[in-house]
């Protein structure tokens, strides 16, 4: 299925990039977390939660396709 | 006419009504920091009733990027202070009160219980999961702001049964896996956004007018302008597991990561002052054994245990075995508002060599090595 | 390390070559009110290297619901002086000009020459299509904002062959379809949010980083948080008429929606006076004719063609047949930044009355009716 | 046609909400505003844009389905 990534704040420095979109074939989020774990290596150092189409869900969640957001907390203030 | 809230007053949506419910209300700002500083002048501007405001931190020339209360004029001085004191010719009609201490396990439930809205403005994980739970134990709606970089979080928690911060990010990250406080750079105005959007959520949960970002995370990116709402849900389980221990709150010590400033001083500084509290913070185990009534003895790992014996009208002069745990029991005390503790640079063995070369002092601080 | 700037410096995106940018950039502000005072708090502290404020107001009671660079302290100052003092303690490193003056068609070409960009913080259609054509004649970035009640609107025109504000809205509205300034309310902190944005438009604009508001409209609501950004399309049409204008540009003569502060004083104000210039704007049919040699005699509709005959050194109160027309000729003339015009109350009868009953003073004032 | 129409500033204020969905048969952006007029009386005597599916459009454009934004100017600063 067709998958929109974006990365916010720190994750986007380890990624590169704010945005992808990939085709994807598995079905749950920790899926989709362990593919972006292998290719980007420094991943799974950060502490982030994931969203679903504008709601955040937890890594046993179903894949529907869309949006999918890696949410890091900031702490500056 | 000339009302200072004529603007307010003449919305619909607020009216004099509006205005009197803004007036009625006590909102305590945590940090007068980037995020602080619109966030009070808003509020001030608009006519809290009363506004608290807690910074322990003093104006820096680096701060001046973005903390745009203060100035020249205030370098050195609290924030807190500082900051109440431009905002009462910003408005004079209203009652702000300067708490310029860090905010602890230990004052925190006291001091919350004292407003009605609480507003996180600081910049370290540690006070912000503090405030959360302590605005969850006081009931308190929390109007959380955080920044990085170029990029801002905004949100309401623990408001109408709304999510908390912990529903959104259980735990602190890991100490390596966010980059220390001081290292971070900041957009300028990214602040001046963001804060200014969490006194807007303040002022929406007063007027109860227009939507509040509760259980919402909205996420705004100054470089592409982007804007996102998220949605988050509420987890009873993390809630109800903070307000079960909240027996325990006030007794848990923080674990900043950004560093604490600690007093560490020479030994020698403390030879000719009276009045002086030595602590030896080592274990029972350690050698050499030091024997002198003057001296009290509390192991690091059981100072919180024993703050009954540490004497509040003298100054501490704490050390160990190599200065490096009697560091870390000053920053213990430090946040626990105890004042006047000092970490001795110098070792044990360093230290008596000192004291007894004090040949024609018969001060009450000469030791005996016993073994 | 104590660097002013060292939280920009250390952004990769940003670093020394980007601070020396700032440093090196010259910004003009147009208006220092609600959207004016964010603007220059962090241009100021972002160390835009020179900032120009224009603004002809002075600060009372009802802006500092918002305004958060004034307070009682600076209550009754015109708002450029006021903040230019107030900018300086938050940053002496740089250069701030404040023009305590209306912008005009005829200053305003020769000003934006002496900027980079400029940055329209003003509250009334006139000024912001004066700004607008302005900024197309001299070529410069145009970092808009403007706001309503709980909403606001963000864009960057003029910059990189972008569209400009008349692309987006080609000509100001008819007057009765938009209210008068005065009557609209504004959430105070909404200029906050939208003023910190358009900050950040300009150093996005000096740092050349991100996505600049260019060719787009920002639209914010602050009671549902939402955001949306809209495609705006130059209309060369639209941009070449106000370029082919350019030579009658500084003859044009604004319309304010918003009401002028006009000086209405009694006669009697004047009769113990000397040094004033009294003028006479009736038609030249009008009766009673007054003929003495110490009152000028110009039309209403003649009054821009006789400026000369005005005397800057004198003050001048203007008079008509009841106090109406009058009026209108001191709006023009304050729009023309002359200064000390009077709008004398009393309709020319009454002059006379009031002038022949002073039977003591042989001042030049006496008058006599022709016919 | 299924429409989502979005009012901003005085715009809503006419109209007495922000956001209005509709099912529409004719085909230009001119017809929908006289629908509009029709339906709120006070419509024409405003000034506003129209902006479908996030760009301004002029009211000759054809009627795509989707978003429609009617956006007044702002004055105030």
């Keep these: 299925m067709h998958i929109n990534i974006k990365y916010f704040g720190q994750i986007s420095e380890v990624t590169q990039t704010d945005e992808e979109s990939l085709e994807f074939s598995g079905s749950l989020v920790s899926e989709l977390l362990e593919t972006l774990n292998e290719k980007y290596d420094k991943l799974k150092n950060k502490d982030f939660q994931v969203a679903q189409n504008q709601e955040l869900v937890s890594t046993e969640t179903k894949l529907t396709g869309g949006d999918i957001a890696l949410l890091p907390p900031f702490a500056g203030g | ?371």
């Design chain 2, 1 to 371: 006419m000339t009302n200072r809230y004529n603007r307010h007053i003449i919305l619909s949506e607020i009216g004099q009504v509006g205005q009197d419910k803004i007036s009625n209300t006590k909102v305590l700002v945590i940090g007068a920091g980037g995020l602080g500083c619109p966030i009070l002048q808003y509020l001030t501007a608009a006519g809290v009733g009363t506004i608290g405001i807690i910074d322990f931190d003093v104006v820096e020339l680096s701060n001046l990027q973005r903390q745009v209360l203060f100035g020249t004029s205030t370098l050195g001085k609290n924030k807190a202070i500082a900051a109440k004191e431009r905002l009462e010719d910003l408005n004079s009609a209203i009652s702000i009160i300067a708490y310029g201490k860090k905010l602890t396990h230990q004052n925190a439930i006291n001091l919350f219980n004292q407003y009605d809205i609480i507003v996180d403005g600081s910049d370290n994980f540690e006070t912000r999961y503090l405030v959360n739970d302590a605005s969850i134990i006081t009931n308190k709606p929390l109007v959380f702001g955080a920044i990085y970089k170029f990029e801002g979080q905004v949100s309401v928690f623990n408001y109408n049964n709304s999510p908390s911060y912990r529903c959104l990010f259980p735990n602190p990250p890991e100490k390596d896996s966010v980059p220390n406080c001081s290292e971070i750079g900041v957009l300028g105005v990214l602040p001046g956004i963001i804060g200014s959007m969490q006194a807007n959520e303040v002022l929406k949960i007063i007027l109860g007018v227009g939507n509040v970002l509760s259980g919402k995370l909205l996420c705004y990116n100054a470089l592409t302008s982007n804007m996102s709402t998220l949605k988050i849900n509420r987890n009873e389980l993390i809630v109800q597991s903070v307000l079960k221990d909240k027996e325990n709150f006030h007794k848990k010590e923080m674990d900043f990561n950004c560093e604490v400033q600690v007093n560490s001083v020479s030994i020698e500084t403390f030879l000719s002052e009276e009045n002086i509290q030595f602590i030896d913070v080592r274990e029972a185990h350690e050698q050499p054994k030091i024997e002198n009534s003057s001296i009290t003895y509390i192991p690091l790992s059981e100072l919180e245990n024993n703050l009954d014996r540490i004497d509040k009208t003298k100054k501490k002069a704490i050390f160990c075995q190599s200065g490096i745990r009697s560091k870390r029991a000053v920053e213990i005390l430090q946040k626990l508002d105890i004042q006047n503790c000092f970490s001795i640079t110098e070792g044990t063995l360093e230290i008596i060599k000192h004291i007894n070369n004090r040949h024609c002092d018969g001060g009450t601080t000469e030791v005996i090595c016993s073994k």
